[in-house]
């Protein structure tokens, strides 16, 4: 989590990843799981994205403060 008292640092506290996993198992079929895994690797990759585009933002603005 992070905390500052810069209002302009977001506060992260969790991400979720929601998978539906209930239509993978009534199909339980391969698709439906490839199909899922690829949804939710798509998902983490997003987040990931994101992440790292805060941790950015982060270090410039804890720059800033520091100056």
Do not use: F, Y
Request: aromatic share 2%.
């Amino acid at each position: 989590m992070l905390s500052q008292s810069n209002p302009n640092v977001q506060t992260v506290d969790a991400v979720d990843i929601d998978v539906d996993m209930h239509d993978v198992w009534e199909s339980n079929d391969a698709d439906s799981l490839a199909n899922a895994l690829a949804d939710t690797a798509a998902k983490l990759e997003h987040c990931q994205k994101e992440n790292e585009s805060l941790r950015q933002e982060l270090t410039r603005v804890q720059g800033q403060s520091s100056t």
